[in-house]
């Protein structure tokens, strides 16, 4: 079974600053997709990005980008510029050939002004 | 922009009494799904449905629950016999056929058990 861990329950930055998410997860499939999912506190999960393992360029939407090391089985988020919008628990996720979602166990992240 | 919705969005019911969950996906969307979430903890897969059948369930669910996609818009979830543990935001999501697996979510009906 496919795992996913996020070792930072708890993350906080400055404003305009950048700050970096960790995830790691477990598999023996090849091919999968991987995601960064936002909650705020109105618990709405939202898409904040995705990654195909197939590739090898790294996912960007604007502020966030990703650094995907397929062999290290490692995904982290890296939030640029961060605003204070970007408060929420981030969830890393991983959809392989089940096709459901498996989340890891969330980071919640402050934006300090 | 198409949107999955899901009704109602709190619901309190006592232990014991059944409770249905219900959800609109996104209209040409295939693939259908339940999460839940318990407060505080991460979010769990639950069941799939394709083709008016389950395709995927998970261990959490068991012979209490069911889905149901009664007509060509809603998607349901059953709990026959709620109990406190079963208080949890429960997610209902959709995803087109080849869309990366990308998976629209609806913003969650909170379940409350007394």
């Known amino acids: 079974a496919q795992t996913v861990t996020q070792s930072q329950p708890e993350m906080s930055v400055q404003e305009a600053e950048t700050v970096t998410l960790s995830c790691t997860y477990d598999t023996s499939e090849s091919d999968y997709y991987l995601f960064w999912y936002k909650q705020p506190p109105s618990r709405q999960m939202i898409l904040v990005i995705r990654?195909?393992?197939?590739?090898?360029q790294n996912a960007t939407e604007n502020r966030f980008s990703v650094n995907f090391q397929k062999a290290a089985k490692s995904f982290s988020l890296k939030i640029s510029d961060s605003q204070l919008g970007d408060a929420a628990m981030y969830f890393c996720a991983y959809s392989g050939s089940a096709r459901q979602l498996t989340f890891g166990s969330g980071t919640q992240l402050t934006v300090l002004p | 922009e198409p949107e999955v919705t899901q009704t109602p969005s709190h619901q309190v019911t006592q232990m014991g009494q059944e409770v249905i969950l219900r959800c609109v996906p996104i209209?040409?969307?295939?693939?259908f799904y339940w999460y839940r979430q318990i407060l505080g903890q991460k979010v769990e897969f639950l069941v799939s449905f394709y083709n008016n059948e389950i395709s995927e369930k998970s261990e959490i669910f068991d012979d209490q629950f069911s889905v149901e996609r009664p007509d060509g818009s809603n998607f349901t979830l059953k709990i026959r016999s709620t109990k406190l543990e079963d208080s949890a935001m429960y997610f209902c999501a959709s995803r087109d056929w080849a869309l990366f697996n990308e998976q629209f979510f609806g913003p969650g009906t909170r379940l409350t058990v007394l």
């Open positions: 209209s040409n969307h295939l693939y």
């Open positions: 990654q195909e393992a197939y590739k090898q």
